[in-house]
């Protein structure tokens, strides 16, 4: 197992079910700063008229993660299928982690005394096939999944679309794909024009490269 | 342009939709408990139907102990399918509120301090009783002294049985004329129904006003934005104001706030002066279309007329009616719900039906469709009749006042002491007028002029407040409500059940109802038989007891079967006891679910298989094999369109003239009157309204888990405006309209265009019982102005002016 996503962001209409689904299944604390899931707005004026891009957003699960690196006492570590979780008991809340993510994803959770972070719904994909975030989306802006299965919904789209990562140069090899849209004016209005575009065929052997190499770290 | 951003990015970013909120309130970890996997957990999944809009979603509750933990989406719904907004998911928050009314009160202070004494049910009862006979007594058994309202909700109907058919008020009043009546009329009228916008399969949408990604409606929410940007429907978006919803359009037209008449009426004249429309089918299904044509014509509504009126530039109209038809039939000028935004808001809507008809995109694949409704059995109670219960006051406020009254007429007459008859009593249940109701000075007035106010509900809302007597509703997630059946391209029957025991003392409105009745049957039956002269008389020759019994003067009779037995009665009877099964254990039920309902991936299930859906279900009234039409089929929508149909109108057709309105002085068809036009002098604004996706209206205002979302409401005012006025974002400022004044915070931002001033509705409670929204942000109606339009005495919601300054 080697769980990601796939994120048709443009669906996405900023109505943060998934932020409350998150917070409701997995009790995380409140506070507008505590999010383990979040919308990204980019919003300003094209020639006068306004626009406004939408990035959906939660942990990457990224295989070459830092912030496991980081952390002195393996509180941060890498679960079965490259979940990546935090030891609550374990964390001394140096905050190593939440300065080495380069996507901001962890914060501290004030009730645990520890830092916490999606965990890609781990308890209930099993029984439920999915995580909350992407059960609730009124849009279907998610598809969760296994890379490690050529047959899974999510590497059969993967394969039919191009996508894009977010802060792909950080080399975190992060495991949210963004599918790039088939609109073309949109693509050029929601994708910075650095941005690298892939296919499934051109990130597969890196991915699997990568896989092979830090797997052995991931908990049983 | 920068794509990647960080959450810190987004949290300075976007502080206007998600403010300061901040610290801890608290945490939801006491209810749900994933981080650590407890032993002996007694887990229960117990279907439900949320109730945190008016929506109506499907939902699986999650018990865990008694405790409820998750509220997860029921696919097995065809309306709402697997999901739940941010609102039903944050149900549980609802439910566990602390604010919740627990038990019955009884006002000590003076009315509007708060000050209540705790009391049980029966001396609540009790209260009202004494009220009410010596009320009634005074007023002759003249029923309609006490008035009545309603929010909307499945129950709504039982807490009518009562009020209507068994203590007999003609005074009643819902949300319709401070929300969409007019837009359900004006379809209704003109093309037999409201129907439903098959945005699964439209081709081309026009979207003016609704704002489907933050007033989410299912299934066209959840359909729409998956076919936006190149993936099978065009969409226009018209407003004001640059929505969530307008970030996904093609096209985004700012129009001026109650010009939208102007700009369909222009449509319209492209469409005819430039023959796009769709000839076969006007000819075969309008009746007096010469008659609108030439009204068009000779009223000359060109591009260019709407251009001054509208703000939208002529060439932009011309492009989208062109457009418009070359998509029709597959084009809809989508509906709305909640309307009224000028005086001439039902001529508006007549407009719209009749563009979407001129395209032909009526009852077919892709257009306005009216689906199919299963059939559920039915409950008879008798109704006692009385013969000095009065007509409704308001009855001659506007051309046509239904069954459901006019809140603002009614509320001006009784705050002014212009009834044909002393209103003396109001009951409130699930509805808060105190926020909902436009002009909230003259709501307050009108209630401290009442002798007896009683309010039904789950939280201590503002109107709560106002209350002589507090009865305590259970939430949705306590109760099994009526069971209801869906009109709708996959039509279904949904029930919500009861998730766990009714929490303090509180109970579902069948028990309220039932234990009121019980207490008032007999003495108001006295009433009556000292007033009621047809009484009288019918005693002299009949027993008394029998009397009672059989005219229906033992008010508790229609609520002594408990819910259950009830729904049980209503399935069965029309879908056999095998359906009732099904129904019970999955929450929904449609003939073949088990069959249909498919899985396709974690993201789509399909519910009806797409031959069996209910697109075209009207009479056609050729020699046609009409079965083969209604359903999906491979043939070409656009010759279903051609064919002559019989629409559920006065004349079967599409209705361009309406004769009966003109006997009413409204005009006969949609006519652009600049006198009614609000125009804004220099230095005013006009002042809009809306909705959001975390809240509904004010009904989940202390909800912590959606105020996480958002702390308060803030005004958008152009920023261009604001530069001039110095006013900087967060700025607090003041607005003033005639009617009142409030203060909130600014946001300036090109996304609203010049001369309007707009804040969401549902913020600003006064009441201090509620401890999280208490306060927070400012309330649209302590300032919207209490007008109404000439139709259906609906309130007229955008045409107040306003001015602003920096505090
Ligand atoms: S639930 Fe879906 S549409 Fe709503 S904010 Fe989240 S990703 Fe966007
Ligand atoms: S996104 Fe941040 S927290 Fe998540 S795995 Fe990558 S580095 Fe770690
Ligand atoms: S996968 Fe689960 S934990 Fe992660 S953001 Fe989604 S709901 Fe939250
Ligand atoms: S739209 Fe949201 S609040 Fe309304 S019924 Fe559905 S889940 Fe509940």
């Known amino acids: 197992m080697n769980y990601a996503m796939a994120l048709d962001y443009q669906n996405c209409i900023n109505c943060k079910a998934c932020e409350v689904a998150c917070k409701e299944e997995n009790g995380v604390q409140l506070g507008a700063d505590k999010q383990r899931i979040w919308i990204g707005v980019v919003e300003g004026t094209i020639f006068g008229k306004p626009f406004a891009n939408l990035y959906p957003s939660q942990c990457n699960h990224c295989l070459d993660a830092p912030c496991v690196s980081v952390c002195p006492t393996n509180a941060s570590h890498f679960a079965d299928g490259g979940i990546v979780k935090v030891d609550a008991h374990k964390c001394i809340l140096c905050k190593g982690c939440m300065e080495a993510c380069p996507y901001d994803a962890r914060f ?101 490269e990568a896989r092979t190499r830090r797997s052995k770290e991931w908990r049983k | 342009m920068k794509v990647e951003i960080s959450r810190r990015r987004f949290l300075q970013g976007s502080v206007a939709l998600s403010v300061a909120g901040g610290s801890a309130l608290g945490t939801t970890n006491i209810l749900a408990d994933s981080k650590e996997k407890p032993k002996n957990t007694l887990v229960k999944k117990v279907p439900t139907i949320c109730e945190m809009c008016v929506n109506k979603c499907a939902a699986i509750a999650t018990v865990k102990n008694g405790i409820v933990t998750k509220l997860d989406p029921n696919p097995y719904f065809p309306k709402s399918r697997n999901m739940l907004c941010a609102r039903g998911a944050a149900g549980v928050h609802a439910l566990y ?46 029923r309609s002294c006490i008035g009545y309202c309603a929010g909307e909700g499945l129950a709504e109907h039982t807490y009518k049985t ?27 009228l003109t093309i037999g129904g409201y129907g439903q916008a098959d945005l699964e399969n439209a081709k081309y949408v026009i979207m003016a006003g609704a704002n489907r990604a933050e007033a989410i409606l299912t299934p066209d929410t ?62 075969k299904n309008f009746v007096d279309f010469d008659k609108y044509k030439k009204h068009i014509l000779d009223s000359e509504y060109t591009p260019e007329w709407a251009e001054k009126i509208t703000g939208v530039s002529a060439d932009v109209i011309c492009k989208i009616a062109h457009d418009f038809m070359a998509a029709a039939p597959q084009a809809i000028y989508y509906q709305g719900r909640r ?92 509805q808060n007028p105190m926020l909902s109701v436009p002009d909230t000075a003259r709501t307050k007035k009108m209630f401290e002029k009442m002798d007896l106010v009683v309010v039904i509900d789950t939280m201590p809302s503002d109107t709560a407040m106002l209350a002589d007597v507090i009865l305590p509703e259970c939430t949705y997630l306590e109760r099994e409500d009526p069971v209801q059946a869906y009109a709708s391209i996959e039509p279904a029957i949904i029930i919500r059940e009861k998730v766990i025991e009714p929490m303090y003392e509180s109970k579902p409105v069948n028990d309220i109802m039932r234990g009121l009745a019980e207490k008032l049957s007999k003495p108001l039956w006295e009433i009556t038989k000292k007033h009621d002269e047809d009484v009288q008389s019918e005693l002299e020759t009949t027993p008394e007891d029998e009397f009672y019994e059989e005219n229906g003067f033992n008010l508790a009779e229609p609520f002594m079967h408990p819910q259950e037995e009830t729904n049980k009665h209503m399935v069965v009877s029309k879908h056999g006891e095998e359906a009732w099964n099904i129904l019970r254990e999955k929450g929904v039920y449609y003939p073949n679910m088990l069959t249909y309902f498919k899985k396709i991936n ?61 006997a009413k002085g409204i005009d006969a068809m949609p006519k652009w009157r600049e006198e009614d036009h609000v125009k804004v002098p220099a230095g005013k604004f006009k002042f809009i309204s809306g909705r959001h996706a975390q809240f509904t209206q004010n009904a989940t205002q202390n909800n912590i888990m959606l105020l996480e979302l958002m702390r308060e409401n803030y005004a958008w005012i152009n920023d261009k405006e604001a530069e001039k006025l110095g006013i900087k974002f967060g700025d607090l400022i003041e ?58 005495g609906c309130s007229v919601m955008h045409d107040t002016l306003v001015s602003v300054r920096k505090v």
């Open chain 2, 162 to 188: 009562f009020m209507a058919d068994k203590f007999g008020s003609s005074n009643f009043l819902n949300h319709s004329t401070i929300c969409l009546q007019t837009a359900v009329s004006g379809y209704t």
């Open chain 2, 97 to 142: 509120d602390p604010d919740r009314l627990k038990y019955p009160l009884i006002r000590t202070g003076q009315r509007g301090d708060g000050q209540y004494k705790r009391a049980t049910w029966d001396e609540a009862f009790e209260y009202i009783k004494e009220k009410m006979v010596k009320i009634l007594d005074e007023e002759k058994d003249n």
């Open chain 1, 108 to 208: 501290v959770d004030d009730t645990m005394v520890a830092v916490d972070k999606c965990t890609f719904c781990d308890h209930r994909i099993g029984e439920e096939g999915t995580t909350a975030c992407q059960a609730t989306c009124p849009t279907k802006v998610r598809m969760f999944g296994d890379l490690d299965d050529e047959n899974s919904d999510l590497v059969k789209l993967l394969k039919t679309k191009r996508f894009f990562f977010q802060k792909e140069y950080t080399n975190t090899l992060p495991k949210l794909f963004y599918i790039l849209p088939d609109d073309e004016a949109y693509a050029k209005q929601s994708v910075s024009h650095n941005t690298i575009i892939h296919t499934w065929a051109d990130i597969k052997p890196l991915y699997d």
């Open chain 2, 339 to 430: 309307s009224t935004w000028a005086k001439n808001d039902f001529q508006l809507r007549r407009a719209m039906a009749l563009f979407t008809a001129l395209g032909g995109g009526i009852d077919v694949k892709g257009g306005i469709v009216f689906g199919h409704k299963l059939a559920l059995g039915e409950h008879t109670t008798t109704a006692p009749m009385y013969a000095n219960a009065k007509p409704r006051i308001e009855k001659n406020a506007a051309a046509i006042i239904g069954a459901t009254g006019s809140w603002v007429a009614w509320r001006n007459m009784v705050a002014e002491g212009k009834t044909p008859y002393p209103i003396r009593g109001m009951f409130v249940y699930k």
């Open chain 2, 222 to 283: 959840m359909d729409l934005f998956k076919r936006t940007r190149g993936r099978g429907a065009k969409l226009v978006v018209v407003d004001p104001r640059f929505t969530n919803t307008a970030m996904h359009a093609d096209t985004f037209v700012g129009i001026k706030p109650g010009t939208d008449l102007a700009f369909v009426l222009a449509l319209t004249y492209v469409a005819i002066v430039d023959q796009v429309y769709n000839r076969n089918y006007v000819a």
């Open chain 2, 602 to 662: 974690n993201n789509t299930y399909e519910c009806y298989p797409k031959d069996k859906k209910y697109y075209s279900v009207l009479k056609l009234e050729e020699a046609f094999d009409a079965t083969a039409f209604l359903h999906d089929t491979c043939v070409n929508p656009a010759d279903i369109a051609d064919l002559k149909r019989s629409f559920n109108t006065p004349n079967k057709k599409v209705e361009c003239y309406l004769g009966s309105m003109e």
């Open chain 2, 735 to 792: 607005i003033t309209s005639s009617v009142g004044k409030i203060r909130i915070k600014a946001y300036p931002t090109a996304k609203i265009v010049t001369e309007t001033l707009f804040f969401i509705h549902g913020f600003g409670a006064k009441s201090e019982a509620l401890t999280f929204a208490h306060r927070n942000g400012a309330s649209d109606n302590e300032i919207i102005e209490g007008t109404i339009e000439p139709v259906f």
